[in-house]
């Protein structure tokens, strides 16, 4: 289930400098279709914590669990 292996990246997440939040949405048609936002501090601690994420052996179940990545970036904060 998706709550339980989604649990097992909060706790890497929490434990990276420079962690902020992290957001998780769902679909309302799609329920294998997610939104997950992190935010960091910087981008170097988002970029640091994502190199790290693809090396931990913990993260396997949750890595598994996604099918398919349709937007991967790194975005800043924008005040109009």
Known sequence: NYSEISRIADKFLTTRSGFIKRTVKQDHQDDALFLDIVEWQTL????????????????????AAIEKVNNFNHFYEYNS
């Open 44 to 63: 170097d601690d988002a970029l640091s914590a994502s190199q790290a994420f693809q090396k931990d052996e913990n993260l396997l179940p949750f890595m």
